[in-house]
């Protein structure tokens, strides 16, 4: 089922999500199911469980190519389940990103270049992964929404902040 992705101002985004317990279950696949098909009706890169309300540690990304983010190289499908984030190195970039919680607004966001996670997917399998670029900025977007930030809590400069049919980033059409 496509589910009603709630908005920045909504306080359920600004919860620390609760761990999961129990892998494989008939819930937690269902969950990961509709979180599936609401990425996908919003042509989404990812989404967390506290974007559709969801109290727990449950986020998901990936994508071949990705109409809000052109210029982006293929992420793949991943779901992941009580995400452990450790950043390698201390060198961040600056990119552009949005969110579904924030339609229609982009923003520069400082993410760490390189980064180790590790989890479980629905069915309890361990996942571990060292990544960089935008895979890392996913990684980092999604698992800031299982603590209860949204990017903009994220920027430095908040001239760099607006809506993706005004801003003149060059790379970035929604
Ligand atoms: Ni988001």
Known sequence: MIR???RMGDERLLRVARPVEAFGTPELLALV???RKTMAHLDGAGLAAP????DLRVAMFGFESNPRYPQAEAVPFTVLVNPVLEALGTEQ???WE?????????GVVPRFT???YAGFDERGERIEREVAGFHARVVQHECDHLDGILYPMR???MRSFGFADVLKT???AE
């Not at 974007?51 to 969801?54: A, F, H, L, N």
């Open 93 to 95: 970039e600056d990119g």
């Open 33 to 35: 199911e509709d979180m």
């Open 155 to 157: 920027m430095r400069d």
């Open 170 to 172: 060059g790379s970035v």
């Open 4 to 6: 009603e992705v709630l």
């Open 98 to 106: 949005g969110c579904l919680s924030l339609p229609g607004l982009r």
């Open 51 to 54: 974007q559709i309300g969801v």
């Open 114 to 116: 390189r980064l180790r």
